[in-house]
């Protein structure tokens, strides 16, 4: 159901029915390799090339989700899928694999919650029986798309993000025991003039921002409704900015609950410089630290505002600033 | 080039109050290692130009050649190990104002873009970044050679 302008309540709630995340050898060391289902511990993942790998992991990633749930590729009806790599050829070589019928998103790193918010649309409306919203990054095909080779030796400044290498995949069905989806925010492009590619976080804070105060005002809540608000990639930088930018505009926001995938995945690792970003990142940390949070009982609401920066090499390099989405998504685990 | 967008003061108040919130570059710290790692990188070429005028009989003019060959290979070497880009994350200036540096945007290019295939992949993308250097290292050349010839002209 259409609430206010942009927001969906989702009165059937579907059911994430699993879910699944795998990362790469560096992941493998991040404080939250826990959550992860798998790690490969070469880049390459034994492809000829870093896309290629990148395909490996989302097919991966989706592979496990189906195992998890106990579902064969036939029983899912649509597949909704996202990465950074030019024309998304990572979902839609991974969907040629899986075999099952496709929609390719483009939100950049928002394209996690686009696609949950998506699919829990279509579940809602009757639209299917079980739908999956997967989505990758791998940290050497993103630099080699949007920076310089993986190789050349440019020094980067501290408000760099380090992106991830990883996926993440859902399943969600209309019945079942797993955390729900309660509704969601689709966010609007914002664009306050950033332009370095080297800091993101500062570009994607106010689409960030700008999302959950819709979110919170279209859905009537305060953010204390929720146990824990994230944002998907902002990193430190961004982070600050963020709740500074949450101070400014009234929204009441308590810092304890208020985090940002992109500072959880790496910590204080001095080798990301600011965080991480990337599709998985948000995928990574919601579906797996944040859920299994959710299934031990220590969280029970959540919301993640997934950020994306939606630009490209060519965009940049003709002097135009960053613009910025973010997509938020509301879900519940009450055992 | 299109002309620079103008802010609208939404924007511009948000880019103060981002500028005032973001790490800065530590300048005074890049510089001092940019200095002693560019200095470093010298001293070893003016070693190895004296190795090569002491004991394989270059002369003074020519050894620099040799030497310079030496950095290429090392540079190119330690990019293929994936070494040089964490010395340079430390390092900036210091290791890529030198030919090193040079020398790594060729070979960091053509690794990467090794799995487009040989033609179109490296030959195609080998100077990427090195490409801007070449060409305006040259057209500054043919500038400054006609400038010497005016001058020349008038009785410089």
């Given at each position: 159901m259409l609430v206010g302008r942009q927001s969906w309540r989702f009165d059937t709630r579907p059911v994430i029915l699993s879910s699944a995340v795998v990362g790469g050898p560096f992941e493998a060391?991040?404080?939250?390799?826990?959550?992860?289902d798998y790690f490969h511990d070469d880049l390459w993942l034994q492809q000829d090339s870093f896309e290629k790998a990148e395909v490996k992991l989302l097919e991966h990633a989706c592979e496990k989700a189906l195992e998890k749930a106990g579902l064969k590729s036939q029983d899912i009806n649509f597949l909704l899928s996202g990465d950074l790599d030019n024309q998304i050829t990572s979902s839609s070589f991974a969907a040629r694999g899986l075999k099952i019928p496709y929609l390719g998103l483009f939100g950049a790193c928002s394209t996690s919650m686009e696609g949950l918010a998506l699919a829990s649309k279509i579940i809602d409306n009757d639209g299917a029986n079980y739908v999956m919203a997967a989505t990758a990054s791998h940290n050497a095909a993103a630099e080699k798309q949007f920076r310089y080779p993986t190789e050349y030796g440019a020094q980067k400044p501290p408000t760099a993000q380090w992106t991830v290498t990883g996926a993440g995949a859902v399943i969600l069905g209309r019945e079942g025991k797993g955390p729900r989806i309660i509704s969601a925010t689709i966010g609007k492009v914002v664009d306050?003039?950033?332009?370095?590619?080297?800091?993101m976080g500062a570009a994607m804070a106010p689409a960030a921002v700008d999302t959950i105060e819709v979110h919170l005002n279209e859905m009537n809540l305060e953010s204390d409704y929720y146990d824990l608000i994230a944002t998907g990639d902002l990193g430190f930088t961004g982070y600050s900015i963020a709740c500074e930018l949450m101070q400014k505009r009234g929204i009441k926001m308590d810092n304890n609950r208020y985090t940002d995938c992109g500072i959880l995945i790496y910590g204080n690792d001095p080798k990301v410089f600011s965080g991480a970003s990337g599709c998985a990142c948000s995928a990574a940390v919601t579906y797996g630290h944040f859920f299994n949070r959710m299934k031990r009982g220590e969280l029970k609401r959540i919301l993640i505002a997934a950020t994306g920066a939606l630009l490209s090499p060519m965009s940049y390099q003709q002097k135009e600033s960053i613009p910025c989405i973010a997509h938020a998504v509301s879900i519940e685990y009450i055992q | 080039m299109p002309k620079k967008k103008k802010n609208t003061p939404i924007q511009k108040d948000y880019q103060i109050l981002a500028k005032k919130l973001e790490p800065k570059r530590n300048v005074a710290l890049n510089v001092i290692r940019a200095f002693f790692t560019g200095g470093i990188i010298c001293t070893v070429s003016q070693l190895l130009q004296n190795i090569f005028i002491l004991y394989f009989g270059f002369d003074e003019s020519q050894a620099g050649n040799p030497a310079i060959a030496v950095l290429i290979m090392l540079s190119a070497l330690l990019t293929g190990l994936g070494v040089y880009d964490h010395i340079a994350q430390w390092a900036g200036a210091g290791i890529s104002v030198p030919i090193t540096g040079f020398a790594n945007s060729i070979a960091s290019a053509a690794i990467e873009h090794r799995s487009e295939g040989y033609v179109l992949g490296v030959g195609g993308n080998?100077?990427?970044?090195a490409g801007p250097v070449i060409v305006f290292g040259t057209f500054s050349a043919f500038v400054t050679a006609i400038i010497k010839i005016l001058l020349k002209a008038m009785g410089g």
């Open positions: 060391q991040c404080p939250l390799a826990d959550d992860f306050l003039g950033i332009s370095d590619p080297f800091n | 080998m100077f990427k970044i």
